[in-house]
């Protein structure tokens, strides 16, 4: 039997379950498999979980924290990126029903009744580079005065209240507005800008709002916090883990900024290209802006990495006089850095403790990079046990790449 995509194990799974719809993120994993791997592995069989604490410290959209949450358990989130901190943070919060339906019930008064002129200086658009490929003027116009309505009569977007659901409303429309096309494993553009009216804007953010609001009505029995922190070192802390189910990026060059960026932007939390760019370099595999040309002078921290990854270096490097040096360093220091990660993550384990990663491979210049078996060999080398991996799904038509479940255990020395 040929293995299959399983879109059930991806984003597309998540659109219309709730909190996990709010706002898309094209690498992220589905609800379907977290439970998946909640439910069948061996932990449960071989110790009580009641009390145990679970890591994820890839957050992203914070699939793995919400759903463990919802099971009633407790998860640690690390997330880098201050956007995806924010809004998982947001999405795990309980929420009054009352103050929801208040809220609701001002933003549609007070959209009814708001003006859209011609651009004034109390209209902030975002610095984006090439803005007009998302949005033609007269949209940008109208989410900008919505911008301001928000801001004016709710705030900014902060750790706590009904206000950020408007915020998340406010970046789903932008999105929704754009020129975007997901059709893709990252964001592209469609040739045309969307064409809407002022009445089209308001119905649509109605919408999304509504949805949001009913949805966040459901409570959450666990607990999920997320932590802004850099997964390759994570904060030295009295709290230990039982189970770390994640999905790190890939080393494939699709960069998370990429695909945040309108959010970013409209939202407040970037406010120009080079501060992307810093933001992605910390980011394992990163590789927006200067994140790209830092590595011609980049160095590699550790020196007993696998020798299948040099070898893949090697031939990435030779396989392109222009760009395979480049390409070479960004894997290199792909799992340079998930080397660091894992290392510390040691620190960081109770006895026993079960590690579940959801890792695809990629190609370069037609030379595979073995995701599986690199990190596999790099387990071993920090001395973890039971070492296995195995496909889940098909990632897209190129016969060579996949998804991999990589799992483990660590025991105390």
Partial sequence: MSMKQRSDYTFKYNKKLGRHGWLRLTPAYSVKLVQELLSNRNLFEDRNFGGGLILDPFCGTATTGIVAAELGMECILYEINPFLAWFGTIKSLNFNSIELHDAFEKVTKDLAHITFSEQSAKD????????????????????????????????????????????????????????????????????????????????????????????AKESINGKAEIILGDSRFLSEDSAKFDLVITSPPYPNRISYIRELRPYMYWLGFLESGEQAGELDWKAIGGTWGSATSKLSTWKAVNDNLPSCLLESCRQIEAADGKNGKTMSQYVLKFFDDMFIHLSNLRKRLNDGAEIHYILGNSSFYGNFVDTDNIIKEMLYTLEYSSVNSQIIRKRNCNKGLFEYHITARWHNV
Wanted: proline fraction near 3%; charged fraction near 20%; hydrophobic fraction near 45%.
């Fill in 124 to 215: 902030w658009i975002p610095p984006m580079k090439n803005i007009e490929r998302w949005w033609n003027q007269e949209t940008i116009i109208a989410l900008a005065v919505i911008r301001r309505y928000i801001s004016s009569e709710w705030g900014e977007p902060g750790k706590y209240g009904v206000k950020n659901l408007i915020w998340v409303a406010f970046a789903r429309l932008v999105i929704e507005t754009s020129a975007a096309d997901f059709n893709h494993i990252s964001v592209s553009f469609k040739d045309d800008t969307q064409d809407l009216t002022n009445n089209d804007i308001i119905m649509l953010f109605t919408e999304i709002l509504s949805s949001i609001v009913e949805s």
